[in-house]
Structure formats: C-alpha cells, structure tokens
C-alpha cells in the first residue's frame, strides 16, 4: 500500500498528489549544496513562491542549469492558496529571474509548467520516456520480445532478487562506476539520504540480483514513488575486472521485471523516468529493451534556454563529445539520469 504522508491533525498532507521529486522531503535533501540557486518572490515577507535549480561548469567551462542532482523532474513551487491569475504571474516573476548568464536545460513535471516556460522565451526539447500502466500487467509477459523473455527465464534460473540497504546500493553503484573509469554527476551522499528517506516513508524500494552460484551482485537497481508513479530512479550493473565472469545480461532486465510487478500491485504506473535519454548513441538499444518490455513510449516536458556562446558552439557539440569521450572523458563526470 502507497505510504500516505499525513499532518499532526491526521489528515492527508497536499504534498501526496505532488510528484516525488518535487515533494518537500526531496528538494530538502537535494537542494543542499553550494551550487544550488533558487528564485523567489515573496510579499509581505511571506513566502508565496520559489523556484531551485542545479548551477555548474561543464567540461568546457561554460556555466549550466539543470534539475535539482538526482530530480529527473521539476517544477515551480508556488502557495496552494493562490488563484490562478495570481499564480501565473508569481510563475512567470520566478522564470524572470532565473540567471541569463547560465544555458539552462531543464525537464519539467508538467504541461502547465512547461507552457509558462515557453512563453517566457524558452524552447522545447522534448525528451523520451517509456511507461506501463498497471492494467497492462495480465498480458503484459506475453508482449515481452522472444529475447527479453529469454533472457528473463534464464536470469531467474541463475540469479537471487533481494533488497539491499541504501548504504548497500549506494556503495555497490560507486564500485560500478570507478571500474568503468567514471564519476556520478552528482553525489552520491544525496542519493544515499534520498533512498534512506524515501525507505522510512515507503516511498523507494532497492532491488538487487545475486547470482546463485558465487554470491556476486550482477545488478541493482533503485525506484521512487508517489501517489500515481513508480520511477525507474538508478541502475548499476556489474563491470568485471581481469579473471572475473561478465554479469548476467539478462539481470537488469529481472530487475525491471520485479519493480514493474511491484508497481502494479500498487496500482502505479511503472515509468521508466526518461532511463538514459540523453545517450543518444545507444537510442536504438534502449528503445529496443523498452519496447520489448511492453513500454509504451510517451515524451517529457523539457526545456532549454542556451547563452550564445552555447548557441555558437552547439553545431560543434557533439563531435567535442566524442572527442572529450576519447581523452579526457573517461575521467568527467556523467550527466545521466541513471
């Protein structure tokens, strides 16, 4: 049963119809670093409603504003109590003073955000997004790809799925990601607080897959949830090192497998939370495995507001991708959802 956050009065607190990553607990726990800007408007010396975002340099120097680490969305926040009228221009005095010195990339919860945000001179940049509704779970195995369904029955054989601990998960994810040469985009101390939280308000769950003949974890992976979504948060697979086997190619997709039934037992709505979206290069791979899970594929209310020298250099973004991946890549940090 979805945990119901309730007040002293006992009854339901309004933050249990937000989205997860914008409910109070979150943000707490997110937005407690030195690159943390916020707008606000107040009046009176009240607070009626703010705005938070993520601001840093990337490889090149160049600033940048993102989600809040580890919210794969966001959203204004603005006083329950206000009328609509009132509301749109509170929304667009935040969008108003959010910095111009900063190329801004954002995903956004929802239309109405997303709209303010255009107007307000941004521009679209839809992101990908897969998702399973609950009353797809019957037939659901059945519309599995002959490969996905292959490679589940094959993990179920040969791998153990249990929780972990969120120190568990979290230092298993560290591993993963300094044997593949690799930094997180954010830290991971965050992300620890996130899930031991989301675990005492029975808002997260940790699935992992051991294999049964040495104990190893092959992979683990972590998801939020509200009161209508259950998201595909994190991942870590397995990188075997010199005189060690490869994980289980069919282990992550177990996992899926366990946290969709998961989901649908809660009557949630499994969504894949924009899972790898902005790795182009492996778009086909990652439609494949989503497809052949019975995903329904949907779009994400991104937006994008560039400097011009972002603008100058954005023809010659990807091949300075490619040829950062080449050099020094391999020792920067990531900016990925998963």
Not at 124 to 150: G, V
Not at 279 to 302: F, N
Not at 310 to 331: C, H, N, Q, W, Y
Request: charged share 30%.
């Amino acid at each position: 049963m979805l945990f119901v956050p309730r007040n002293v009065t006992g009854t339901p607190c309004r933050e249990v119809s937000t989205p997860v990553y914008l409910q109070q607990w979150f943000t707490d726990i997110a937005a407690g670093g030195d690159q943390i800007r916020k707008t606000v408007v107040t009046e009176d010396g009240k607070l009626l409603g703010s705005f938070s975002l993520l601001v840093e340099r990337n490889g090149l120097g160049m600033k940048q504003g993102y989600n809040l680490p580890w919210a794969h969305l966001s959203g204004l926040s603005i006083s329950e109590d206000i009328d609509e009228v009132r509301r749109t221009r509170i929304a667009r005095q935040l969008i108003r003073q959010l910095p111009t010195d900063v190329s801004l990339f954002l995903t956004l919860a929802n239309e109405s955000d997303f709209e303010l945000f255009l107007s307000e001179g941004f521009q679209p940049a839809m992101e990908e997004n897969y998702f399973i509704s609950p009353d797809r779970l019957p037939a659901l195995h059945a519309s599995f790809s002959k490969m996905t369904k292959r490679h589940i029955k094959q993990a179920q054989r040969d791998l153990d799925v249990s929780t972990a601990t969120p120190d568990s998960f979290i230092e298993t994810y560290a591993v993963n990601l300094a044997r593949r040469r690799r930094k997180p985009y954010a830290p991971l101390d965050v992300a620890r607080e996130v899930l031991t939280q989301g675990l005492r308000r029975e808002q997260a769950s940790i699935f992992i897959a051991k294999r049964r003949d040495n104990g190893k974890i092959d992979a683990a992976i972590a998801c939020l949830r509200d009161h209508a979504r259950y998201y595909y948060w994190m991942t870590t697979r397995r990188v075997e090192v010199s005189g060690e086997d490869k994980s289980h190619q069919g282990a992550v997709k177990l996992l899926l497998w366990s946290a969709i039934q998961d989901a649908a037992a809660r009557g949630l709505i499994f969504d894949f939370d924009g899972a790898g979206a902005d790795l182009a290069p492996r778009k086909e791979g990652r439609t494949r495995l989503y497809s052949g899970m019975g995903a329904q594929d949907s779009v994400r209310y991104a937006v994008k507001r560039e400097t011009k020298l972002e603008r100058v250099l954005g023809r010659f973004r990807s091949p300075i991708k490619r040829a950062i991946r080449k050099t020094v890549g391999k020792l920067m940090p990531l900016r990925m959802n998963h």
